[in-house]
Structure formats: structure tokens, C-alpha cells
């Protein structure tokens, strides 16, 4: 499944840190790492991040 967000940023803040929740607690954060997103437009699936 793919959800897609969008998150305006402002000129100050250049990145998103990010994790996710599918609903039933269940949380994937890049093993603690998080998920970080630049400018720019990405899809998570399956534990990847994919910019378009």
C-alpha cells in the first residue's frame, strides 16, 4: 500500500525526519534511524524510500 502525504517546508527547514504507524501500533522507524526527506517528492513503500 501507498499513502501519499504532502508537507509544505518552509525556506528555513530544508527536511522532514520522519517514522510510520500502520494503525496497530506497529512502528517502522528505519531500525531507530528514522526516514529522512529531503525537497523534493518521495514514496515510502515497504520500508523504501523512493524519490520521483
Known sequence: MQL???IM????HISITACF????NNWDS???RNY???IGTYYYSNGNI???
Open 36 to 38: 529522512k526527506f529531503g
Open 21 to 24: 504507524n500502520e494503525g496497530n
Open 9 to 12: 517546508v518552509s525556506a528555513i
Open 50 to 52: 523512493v524519490a520521483e
Open 4 to 6: 501519499l502525504y504532502t
Open 30 to 32: 528505519n531500525n531507530g
